[in-house]
């Protein structure tokens, strides 16, 4: 079975442009979650989408913002990109809403703005 | 979202039994504890979860007192590929807060 998959592997972007980055979840899972690792800070918590809605988002401004297709698959869209926003952006997937359903992790997309 | 607190670091050595302990005082009622090991450039990976008493799977243990205000994952045996960030959660939501995570260093 195939896990999470996300595109692209690595992003080059520079300061003020936009940046989309792609997630598809395992097959049967309905819940998608994005999260941003930056260097020395941590897994912050980004967004959660679920049968096509946001349920939640972390502590980030408006430019960073995302959407679920019919077919679960996940888009995170970062505006007027910043220097700091140089991270690397992980997708989970899971089968249901719940904190008790494990979530799988892709492997990442690695953001550098310049 | 329960807060929880573990150590930032612990070393061992390859064979030993390690514990990492995470407290977690504010855990509601319908949390449960959940733990993720981290290798560099990976997303997290699943180990466990409980919500009381203990746990056990191929891979850890999970203890749970019964006041759950803590926890502890007990890795045994461990090899220099257990080298790794071990996170703590609790958790009755998809919204995950990672904290800064144990980093396990296995020596030979």
């Known amino acids: 079975e195939a896990g999470v998959t996300q595109s692209p592997t690595h992003l080059i972007k520079t300061r003020g442009q936009q940046a989309t980055l792609r997630c598809s979840p395992i097959?049967?899972?309905?819940?998608v979650y994005w999260y941003q690792q930056a260097l020395g800070l941590g897994l912050q918590f980004l967004l959660w989408?679920?049968?096509?809605?946001?349920?939640n988002r972390g502590n980030f401004p408006p430019r960073f913002s995302g959407r679920q297709f019919p077919n679960y698959s996940s888009e995170l869209n970062v505006n007027a990109l910043e220097l700091e926003d140089s991270a690397l952006y992980l997708c989970?997937?899971?089968?249901?809403?719940?904190?008790?359903?494990?979530?799988?992790f892709g492997p990442g997309t690695r953001l550098t703005v310049l | 979202l329960a807060k929880t607190t573990q150590p930032i670091s612990m070393d061992s050595y390859e064979g030993q039994e390690v514990n990492i302990t995470c407290s977690h005082n504010?855990?509601?009622?319908?949390?449960?504890i959940t733990w993720y090991q981290q290798f560099p450039s990976q997303g997290p990976r699943f180990i466990i979860q409980?919500?009381?008493t203990k746990v056990t799977n191929e891979v850890a243990s999970l203890f749970i007192p019964a006041d759950r205000k803590s926890s502890t994952l007990s890795l045994p045996r461990v090899s220099l590929s257990d080298t790794a960030v071990y996170y703590c959660?609790?958790?009755?939501?998809?919204?995950?807060?990672f904290g800064q995570g144990t980093t396990l260093q296995v020596k030979p």
């Open positions: 989408y679920d049968e096509g809605e946001e349920r």
């Open positions: 504010n855990i509601a009622t319908n949390d449960y």
């Open positions: 409980g919500y009381k």
């Open positions: 989970a997937s899971s089968f249901g809403t719940r904190g008790y359903n494990e979530q799988f």
């Open positions: 959660l609790a958790s009755n939501t998809g919204k995950l807060i």
């Open positions: 097959s049967g899972h309905t819940s």
